[in-house]
């Protein structure tokens, strides 16, 4: 959950945004979820792996809590 609200309703989210829009709050700056690489770094991902550790270390993410960027890898958009 991030700022409270539980990030699967989209209704809540949709609230939020709109809310923090009216008051005049920008929001461009928050992460979004879902895609955080580009299709053409995860096909080639995709391409070059043996496995779903190996793609997720190919695109600079830890194989145990893989929503967490590292250091190491190519990285993420």
């Known amino acids: 959950m991030k700022l409270g609200v ?6 809540r989210r ?3 945004r709109e ?4 008051l005049g709050i920008p929001t461009s700056h928050f992460e979004r979820e879902g895609h955080r690489c ?8 995709v391409r070059e792996s ?3 550790c190996q793609v997720l270390r ?3 993410l ?10 190491h890898g190519a990285g993420l958009a």
């Open 14 to 16: 949709a609230y939020l």
């Open 6 to 11: 539980d990030p699967e309703n989209r209704a």
């Open 58 to 60: 190919a695109l600079g």
């Open 38 to 45: 580009s299709h053409e770094l995860l096909e080639a991902a």
């Open 50 to 52: 043996a496995n779903m």
């Open 19 to 22: 809310r923090l829009r009216r």
């Open 62 to 71: 830890d194989v145990l809590g893989a929503l967490r960027p590292v250091r």
